[in-house]
């Protein structure tokens, strides 16, 4: 299973990258279960998502508000039916024209050749501070 979740993933990767979202669509289990964690009201395409078309969604919202000009694995490891990624992603936003860049990892599972599962972590904290152009005003914890 191993040789294919590397096809997979490595398919995946280069599909997003490319922005390809036709290549992604056939990669998705029919009942997949996406999410990425992060604030949704600043970035309506995170969240939680269950079926290709949620997730396609997803991908076509995040296309409207930004534009990916550098997508980047790290690391790629597979191991099974699951592989774990470190990526760095390059955009730019649409409203805004602010850069963001940011790392995220993301770990997927495979079934019957498809992505069944997917789970992102992105430091959202990071990428809102980019987004708004300040760092956050965050109170500290009182010291005992």
Do not use: H
Not at 6 to 12: G, K, Y
């Amino acid at each position: 299973m191993t040789d294919t979740s590397r096809t997979i993933a490595e398919t995946f990767y280069a599909a997003s990258a490319a922005r390809d979202v036709e290549t992604i669509a056939r990669l998705l289990a029919d009942d997949v279960d996406w999410m990425v964690q992060g604030p949704i009201d600043l970035f309506p395409f995170l969240g939680q998502r269950r079926g290709r078309e949620a997730v396609l969604a997803g991908y076509r919202e995040m296309g409207r508000m930004m534009t990916v000009t550098r997508y980047e694995v790290e690391t790629l490891l597979v191991d099974g039916d699951r592989s774990a990624a470190l990526l760095r992603i390059t955009t730019i936003m649409g409203d805004r024209g602010r850069v963001l860049s940011c790392r995220t990892s993301q770990f997927l599972r495979f079934r019957a050749g498809k992505i069944c599962e997917m789970r992102g972590i992105i430091d959202t904290f990071d990428m809102v501070e980019q987004t708004i152009g300040r760092p956050l005003e965050v109170p500290l914890a009182p010291s005992n």
